[in-house]
């Protein structure tokens, strides 16, 4: 095997490693911090991140770095127990899509809640009234 391989399946190995104790141990204080919040049960995705700690989101995608197509359930059941149901549709598919695992979505998400809630709530709304594939396909997206 080639010596650049190895080295590349070395660091790869220590980035999921740490990647995952690192998620861990921020969902850990995560179940703490989310206990004193008070999420509405029916609260959309802007919503439930702007009462969500941001250490929620950084170990959901420290997370999704250390175990790729893996972390899409961890995080649904994470977030089932956290009671943050608005945050799984998006935790979910980032997880499943490939290649995101390098972008920290949901940070990125968090942090343009906080700054511009109001451009962040334009954009699911507009995401949301997208019509569906299956939609497309049969005709009635148009």
């Given at each position: 095997m080639p010596e650049?391989?190895?080295l590349f399946i070395n660091v790869a190995a220590v980035v999921m490693a740490v990647s995952l104790m690192m998620a861990g141990l921020l969902l850990l204080v995560a179940v703490r911090q989310v206990r004193k919040i008070r999420v509405p049960p029916n609260a959309g995705f802007v919503a439930t991140l702007q009462g969500t700690p941001v250490v929620v989101v950084l170990g959901l995608d420290l997370l999704d770095l250390a175990l790729d197509l893996?972390?899409?359930?961890?995080?649904?059941?994470v977030?089932?127990?956290l009671g943050l149901d608005g945050l799984r549709g998006?935790?979910?598919?980032e997880?499943?899509?490939?290649?995101?695992?390098?972008?920290p979505t949901l940070t990125l998400?968090?942090?343009v809640a906080r700054l511009m809630p109001d451009r962040l709530s334009q954009l699911v709304r507009?995401?949301?009234s997208?019509?569906?594939a299956g939609d497309l396909r049969a005709g009635k997206g148009t």
């Amino acid at each position: 095997m080639p010596e650049d391989l190895k080295l590349f399946i070395n660091v790869a190995a220590v980035v999921m490693a740490v990647s995952l104790m690192m998620a861990g141990l921020l969902l850990l204080v995560a179940v703490r911090q989310v206990r004193k919040i008070r999420v509405p049960p029916n609260a959309g995705f802007v919503a439930t991140l702007q009462g969500t700690p941001v250490v929620v989101v950084l170990g959901l995608d420290l997370l999704d770095l250390a175990l790729d197509l893996l972390a899409a359930p961890i995080a649904w059941v994470v977030l089932e127990y956290l009671g943050l149901d608005g945050l799984r549709g998006v935790a979910v598919v980032e997880g499943l899509v490939p290649g995101t695992q390098l972008i920290p979505t949901l940070t990125l998400c968090w942090i343009v809640a906080r700054l511009m809630p109001d451009r962040l709530s334009q954009l699911v709304r507009a995401a949301e009234s997208l019509p569906a594939a299956g939609d497309l396909r049969a005709g009635k997206g148009t």
